[in-house]
């Protein structure tokens, strides 16, 4: 057991703890190198307010109301932030902690932390989003009066919480740059520590042509619905597909939720695609083995603007896990993520983001190219597990501990399992061909 002065406390508000990905691999890097963690966060629907998952101790309060608008916005942050604040000092009572990690959004946090620093707890900030561009991504005219105030009071909030963290962690090389030009950060208190997929876990598994609903292929959507996400775009895509080129050979699946969500399954209606989608809601990641095992395609349907042009999609690398080829507007950190393991369209152009779809259908042997070529880049070049080691060094820093040798045997004894916790049989990349095999049946 560690001792509780080692321990470190994760605040997440966004998402439910383990569903966070990112933030339940980090929880998983920490556990394994012997490093205590708690985790405070909202519930899921079906969730206990308290649960201990593989070692890592999760607190969690029942989700804000909802509202709208900036009353309702500031209700739900001022909830949340009670709530964590409330169970921190139970966290603190019960576990024990030596530092907050919180996890953007919002960049409300940096005052609890500074609520706990005379008590001898330090402050990492893993900045997920970009506030100030989450906001203006959101409209397409110039800011209002009203929001220019509000976007001056978000860029208050993230320069409090740069100023207050003792360490900040991007999540690749443009956040790190605006943390050091708008956080005025040294270099040296700034890790990049990408989103990588775990490979070892997110492997092909044998398609499930059930997924399919009766058609040749599968289209896949994996991820939020916001009104950033350009999910709707996709809908306007594929409804060309389907009624401009007259193609009915292709099942579009979209697995996630968000504040868009019963919005985008009406658009669905509306452009009578109900035969042709799939909404799954929230799924595990079981679930999402699935169906990226079983697709032809993976869908990045986000737009161009200040914040995505600068942000690392995760539904890029999982789909680039499962040797799924990517279609996605072309975007700087995307571009960086894929490599030429995308086909890549100007941002918005609905009828090229079609084209390429059906051209991609139409093309075993490129889609064959296209997902090896991502399996292997993803592998090679992103994989977690040299994330998870510079994450963990920084947290080893930050406690004043000492780092322990990688152990590596379990992350090499799952690439020998033959198939999941579910039995599900995993296609052996070891054997030549069987991958490319794979993808082209899908």
Known sequence: MSARRHRVLIIVQNLPVPFDRRVWMECTALRNADIGVSVICPKGPGDPWR?????????????????????????????????????????????????????????????LAALWRPF??????????????????????????????????VKWLERMTYRCADRVIATNESYKAIAMRRGRRNAADVAVVRSGPDTAIM????????LRKGRRHLAAYVGIMG???????????FAKVVHEHRRTDCHFALLGFGDCFEDL???????????????????GQPEIADYLSTA??????DPKNPLNDVS??????????????????????????????????????????????????????ERVRLGVLARERVSRELDWAPQAERYVRLWTDVLGIEPRPEDRACAADLRECPSDARGRRYIDLNKPGELACSIRSR
């Open 203 to 210: 492997r092909p598994l044998q398609p499930m042509a059930e």
């Open 51 to 111: 649960q201990v998952i593989n070692g890592v101790r999760i607190y969690k309060y029942a989700p804000p109301p909802e509202g709208s608008g900036l009353p309702g916005y500031a209700l739900e942050f001022g909830y949340c932030w009670l709530m964590t604040a409330l169970l921190s000092v139970l966290v603190a009572v019960k576990d024990g902690f030596g530092a907050i990690q919180a996890c953007n959004p919002p960049d409300t946090y940096w005052l």
């Open 227 to 237: 009104p950033q996400d350009g999910v709707d775009l996709a809908l306007f895509a």
């Open 120 to 153: 001898g707890k330090r402050f990492v900030y893993d900045q997920h989003d970009l506030n100030p561009e989450v906001l203006l991504s959101r409209f397409d005219e110039p800011p209002t009066r009203r929001i220019r105030l509000v976007l001056a009071a």
């Open 312 to 365: 690392t999609m995760n539904k890029t690398m999982e789909y680039m896990a499962y040797g799924v080829p990517v279609v996605s507007f072309d975007l700087t950190e995307t571009r960086v993520s894929a490599g030429e393991a995308a086909r890549y369209v100007r941002s918005g152009d609905l009828d090229a983001f079609a084209r390429t779809w059906i051209a991609l259908l139409d093309d075993a042997d």
């Open 296 to 301: 032809a395609l993976g869908i990045c349907p």
């Open 265 to 283: 399954r009406q658009l669905s209606d509306e452009l009578n695609l109900s035969e042709h989608v799939t909404f799954t809601g929230r799924v």
